[in-house]
């Protein structure tokens, strides 16, 4: 990294829309911003409505330099409350806000802003702030970001604005996103940082700090700096809090760190993501398949990740194929649930063929069918908590081939001991509720191991669909609440009903 960087050229006008935040930032900035410019907009709308209404009487200059002054007065009171918002601060108000105020608020952000609010963005929101700004305005702001996060964007951004602003970078930069762009998605490689600073292992560490006081500031999350021979192959770190307590005689070599954890371009992000996790990291070098340094991981990278692939399981648990603009169209929210809706459909008309095979038995003994949801509804929720707890453990890698029939074996235990507490539980309660009936300790008997059985179906459905989908390359969370009520449900019924219809004859 240069110890110098020219200074941006920043468009006066926007002066005022520094993103340079004045004073400290409070925890609860976003939340308080989204409140005021909600209240804004509930404002607006009482204004424009009054000025619509009193347009409809007749035009005239007058009113139309009354509606131009009332915008004018609307961007004037949203500018306090933009101004000294954090980029990510700025992307969560955005995310919240309806598209129509969202594009108000976009606006109003200064050009020089946008670049860095836009990768603080979900995907689709940024997709939607894509479509509306104007060539010009996306090329300014592509010019804007580091090869890093353009690399990051490059996908979604036009293939020719890209281009042109490739044609602009230095021929460092663009080695460094020709790098960035080379790696899959989920790879370190394409999420690592290349503002770090290197030395060479044959100084002292008086020069060490001579060099770093040549910089304006050094990159975030500098922690440590990486030490590289001449070949640029890494050959340890030397820590902030090293080169402070040391005398500044003694050599790098002589105080460095060589055990240090280094990543691979090519390793998974998450992976990587949770050895931050693990080790308390705050960053991390990356190196290619040679061994030469080509960039940093950061704990604000590792951070993103973690929540990016705990909200990629949420989704896909519950089987949305994509994350959503909160406010997007009705019709895209509705495809975007399609798929699992449809599967949820034909699973359900296979658990009704199950309860009309028993229909003779239903008719003969009516108390079974008040009963069912409950035997379904017990086992879902415990099948669920293990489900849970089972990818979470797979998304850890603590599951393997090594301890998978142990922790089979466990989770069917505690199935069958919740089985015969529970099961007892409510095989009582039903023999209660219908003991002035012929069939009431019968019922209680049915309740009971149905279950019992139920529950040990859960337990195993919970296990072996996120299994199998992981050993498939999948998504271990995809659609497997889905599939999850689906077993439960149908296995449910039909255990339950089975059992009643060896016992009633």
Not at 301 to 312: C, G, H, K, N, Q
Request: glycine residues 6%; proline residues 4%; negative net charge.
């Amino acid at each position: 990294m240069s110890p110098t960087l020219p200074p941006s050229a920043a468009d006066p006008k926007d002066d005022l829309e520094s993103s340079k935040v004045i004073g400290p930032r409070e925890p609860e900035a976003a939340q308080h911003a989204l409140e005021e410019i909600q209240l804004l907009f509930a404002r607006f709308r009482l204004e424009t409505g009054l000025v619509q209404k009193e347009k409809s009487g007749g035009e005239s200059d007058r009113q139309q330099l009354v509606e131009q002054l009332v915008v004018r007065q609307q961007q004037s009171a949203l500018l306090p409350k933009i101004r000294p918002l954090h980029a990510a601060d700025l992307a969560y108000v955005l995310e919240a806000l309806p598209r129509e105020q969202r594009e108000k608020v976009w606006h109003l952000v200064a050009e020089q802003r946008r670049g860095e609010v836009m990768v603080e963005l979900n995907e689709a929101v940024r997709a939607s702030l894509i479509a509306e700004t104007s060539r010009e305005a996306l090329l300014r702001i592509a010019q804007s970001l580091e090869p890093d996060d353009l690399a990051a964007l490059a996908d979604e951004l036009p293939f020719d604005i890209v281009e042109r602003v490739r044609q602009g970078l230095t021929i460092e930069e663009r080695e460094q996103l020709r790098h960035a762009m080379s790696y899959s998605e989920d790879s370190v490689g394409a999420r690592m940082d290349f503002e770090m600073v290197t030395i060479r292992d044959d100084v002292s560490l008086e020069v060490v700090l001579r060099y770093l006081r040549r910089f304006d500031e050094l990159p975030d999350h500098t922690d440590q700096v990486f030490v590289v021979d001449r070949k640029e192959l890494l050959l340890g770190a030397l820590p902030i809090g090293q080169l402070l307590v040391n005398e500044p005689e003694s050599l790098v070599s002589e105080v460095m760190r060589r055990d240090i954890l280094s990543l691979n371009a090519r390793d998974d992000a998450y992976d990587a993501a949770q050895a931050f996790e693990r080790y308390d990291l705050v960053s991390a070098p990356v190196v290619n398949d040679q061994g030469k340094l080509i960039g940093r991981l950061t704990v604000s990278e590792a951070v993103d990740l973690i929540r990016e692939e705990s909200d990629s399981e949420v989704l896909a648990q519950a089987g949305l194929r994509e994350e959503e603009d909160l406010f997007s169209s009705v019709w895209a929210s509705a495809k975007n649930r399609w798929l699992w809706l449809g599967l949820n459909l034909c699973t359900a008309f296979f658990a009704s063929r199950v309860i009309g095979a028993f229909e003779g038995t239903i008719e003969r003994v009516v108390a079974l069918a008040a009963l069912m949801p409950i035997v379904a509804g017990i086992a879902g929720n415990t099948g669920n908590q293990t489900m849970t707890l089972f990818i979470r453990s797979l998304a850890l890698g603590q599951v393997n081939a090594g301890n998978l029939t142990r922790l089979l074996a466990k989770e069917l235990s505690i199935a069958g001991l919740n089985g015969l507490v529970w099961g007892s539980v409510a095989g009582l309660f039903a023999w209660w509720l219908y003991s002035e009936t012929d069939n009431g300790l019968l019922l209680g008997i049915t309740m009971m191991l149905a279950i019992l059985l139920n529950l040990l179906v859960a337990a195993l459905i919970a296990i072996f669909v996120p299994m199998s989908l992981h050993r498939m390359g999948r998504d271990p969370a995809l659609g497997s609440s889905v599939l999850l009520t689906f077993s439960t449900d149908s296995l449910g019924f039909f255990i339950f009903l089975g059992l009643a219809s060896l016992f009633f004859g």
